[in-house]
């Protein structure tokens, strides 16, 4: 943020206001914070028989790579319809929405993944514009070494699992930021 | 939004961007979209033996009512560690979080409700800077007539319910907007 959106001034501070706990930017002008918050990712787990649907991402980031379909929620729409409507807009699948199965927390860049269940209504359904190709997947046929996010392996990983335990309870958790590389190779001793 | 926090610009149209299927505020000088989407509240249901904690709240909106301690997700923090630190920040009370309970869109605003279950680690609570007072309710004394937020009412419910079965499956739910209040009085026929 350089200007601030209510009265344009470039005076724009990084400090914590009175009374709150965290850095905001604040309008040395006029005095308003621009609270900046986590955004929320709604979408669908979709199953056909043994198989689960992914989509291939036409966009980036982690273009050519499979997903999920998931989106951002918005204003206007619950949760469960925001989870439909991507599987829609990503995949032209209509689903009946199920439970919530996986809520993934990414703190260090502010989003909260919201994962369910979903039956899909039928087998019409296809590439919409921001997959290059959509397909059902049987658990050995799922691409491991080309998911797009660390949140849909871990989701699919769970998944395969409790279903083998006849259960799914919801899955809670967080993923903090990769560690960075090592500069030098671990010691082999 | 009046001016574009990017460049300064005061040339905010609201309109669809291609390939974008929800009305934007777009910079029609730098070309900047600015998305506004929903934000996570989290918060606690804190239990101590058969009793519930509740907060007075000592600002606006809804100023002298009930609530449970919660609050907007902060970017950095996990759902379940925001929901820890506003129990911390409005009731100065220690959790345990436990199992999410509550899940509540309010699509018209923009939020999502997102409320665990939590163990009271202790009675060393009190009110925080946002509370007049914080104590503990039995069920028969919950002061439903003085609630801030239909939110609470209905998560409040849920659980009293579901603890007379000995389950507590996740609630998730969706809240529109009131109806408006009719121009007349009902016809009593």
Known sequence: MKFCSTCGSPRIELRVPDGDTHARHVCAECGRVHYVNPKVVVGCLPEWEHRILLCRRAI???????????????????VVAGAARE???????????????????LPQIGQVYMM??????????????????????EEHEVP????AFRTIGRTLRNYFL????????LRVSSLERRPPPALFPPDRG
Not at 60 to 78: H, M, Q
Request: hydrophobic letters at 40%; glycine letters at 12%.
């Open 162 to 169: 409790d279903r083998k335990q006849g259960a799914f309870p």
């Open 87 to 105: 599987t829609l807009e990503e995949a032209n699948a209509r689903v009946e929405v199920g439970e919530l199965y996986s809520l993934v927390s």
């Open 116 to 137: 369910f269940r979903a039956r899909l209504s039928g087998l019409d359904f296809g590439p919409g514009t921001e997959s290059l190709e959509v397909r059902l997947f």
């Open 60 to 78: 980036e980031p982690r273009y050519g790579l499979w997903t999920l379909p998931a989106g951002f929620l918005e204003i206007g729409e619950s």
């Open 144 to 147: 491991w070494e080309a998911l």
